[in-house]
């Protein structure tokens, strides 16, 4: 079920601190480690592959001076508390809160796309940040956000306009900063489409004049750039 090791940078003195043993302890650790820059490390165990609602991963953290190990969280399932992380956690610029994600269920067939959650150091005050929920929304984020600046990223590996997921941001809101936001940032997934008529013919010594429409499905909106392309005549036509 998965344990937490030590190792020399030479591979010399493997030793091995942790079985996780499942039940109330978690199993299936998940994604790397974080260093608190003193003595404890966190992390989370994903618990069992499937739809096991009394077994939906933790979040754990491992005193490496006093080799204690305690759970300080486990996932009850929920709008409001989720589960199945499959990644590890963050810390805030102030060294007072963590912050995670949780896969959710409804890859294991359940109906919910996990959260962005937050919480203290010491397990207390275990929040929901952001519940995915499909579509632009975004669903099942993966692997551990990204801390800079004060705003969180990540990717989701579910929704956004095809499905295949999205890039979200989500501004901390420990960091001193007034604005709390989930966005979606571009990825280009679409090519611009001309919704008018794209061709034009003009008899010789006469003057034409067409107008040309086109719209961009990404989210955000993206800049239109028109050009004149292709054809020994493009030259004679100009874009005001």
């Known amino acids: ?96 809160t963590l912050y995670g994600t949780t896969y959710g269920d409804d890859a294991f067939g359940g109906n919910e796309f996990g959260i962005l959650y937050q919480m203290n150091l010491d397990g207390t005050g275990f929040t929901k940040l952001y519940e995915f929920s499909g579509g632009m929304a975004g669903a099942s984020p993966m692997q551990t956000p990204l801390l800079i600046d004060g705003a969180l990223y990540g990717m989701t590996s579910y929704g956004g306009a095809e499905n295949y997921g999205l890039i979200y941001r989500y501004q901390a809101a420990d960091t001193m900063m007034a604005q709390r936001s989930l966005a979606a940032l571009n990825v280009n997934a679409y090519s611009p489409t001309i919704t ?36 020994p005549d493009a030259a004679l036509f100009n874009i005001n």
């Open 196 to 231: 008018s008529s794209n061709a034009i013919s003009v008899s010789e010594n006469n003057l034409a004049l067409m107008a040309v429409t086109a719209t961009d499905a990404d989210i955000p909106v993206q800049p239109l750039t028109y050009l004149i392309s292709g054809g």
């Open 1 to 96: 079920m998965g344990t937490l090791f030590r190792i020399k940078p030479d591979g010399s003195a493997f030793e091995t601190l942790v079985h996780f043993a499942g039940g109330t302890q978690g199993k299936y650790p998940y994604d790397s480690l974080l260093f608190d820059g003193s003595h404890t490390l966190y992390g989370t165990a994903m618990g069992t592959y499937g739809l096991e609602l009394s077994d939906l991963g933790v979040i754990f953290k491992y005193d490496i001076t006093s080799r204690a190990y305690s759970v300080l969280h486990k996932f009850a399932g929920g709008a409001n508390d989720s589960g199945k992380p499959n990644g590890s956690v963050a810390l805030s610029p102030n060294g007072t």
